[in-house]
């Protein structure tokens, strides 16, 4: 990607409600931006606006994996080109997995650490493994690969790696980074944000409230976006 994505004085509304108000922004090629808030604040509908604006150019990891659970990991992967192939192919392509793209979901997966150490026979088995067989962290790195696999040059990931403990997150967030120079993800864990993130967007009752490099800030700084709630 050469020229940056941007959103200018972009807004958002559900049912007429305003959602974003005025986001200015701009993600330049070969930044990593993390969008952390609290719960609620906007960070999904911010990744909406840059999809809604920049649909040809995003590969997309949604929040919810969004698998189908009978489909083998193999399938479920190779729906991120469905929408880049005929009918035809795609219908083949069920029976008969076409050998470049088999390989290619196969790197993706081993990548991912989805298919284990294992000998080729096993990995093959995993390939073919039902995605609903797989445990919730592996469906959400099925689901990583998916969007990985649709090659589009910017990924925009809502939560991608909540599903996994942080070794493997940070794991995960170098792997996309290997494959996507320029990457936005909504992440909850600061600390994961400031560590694998050249800049952090701060979002607050949909609104952008800090905008800054990773280098100059400190999760003290990012932990006051999430005020206490209330108990009881
Ligand atoms: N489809 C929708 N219809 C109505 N309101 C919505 C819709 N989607 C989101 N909202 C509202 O927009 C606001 C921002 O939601 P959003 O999902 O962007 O927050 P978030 O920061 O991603 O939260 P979380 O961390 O919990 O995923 C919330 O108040 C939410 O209730």
Partial sequence: MSA???LDQASLEHDGVAILRNISLT????ETVALVGASGAGKSSLLELLRQQHSDRVAWCPQAPGLVPMLSLYLNVYMGQLHQ???WRNLKNLFFPCATHWQQVHDLARELG???QDDAQTQRQRMLQSAERFSGGEQQRISIARALFQQRPVFLGDEPVSALDEVQSRRVIERIKSHHRTS???LHDVELALACCDRIVGLSDGQVVLDRASADLD???LLALYPEQPHG
């Fill in 4 to 6: 940056p994505l941007r």
């Fill in 27 to 30: 993600i330049r090629c070969g």
């Fill in 85 to 87: 192939k005929s009918l």
């Fill in 114 to 116: 989805l298919l284990g």
């Fill in 184 to 186: 936005v993800l909504a």
């Fill in 219 to 221: 999760s003290a700084t």
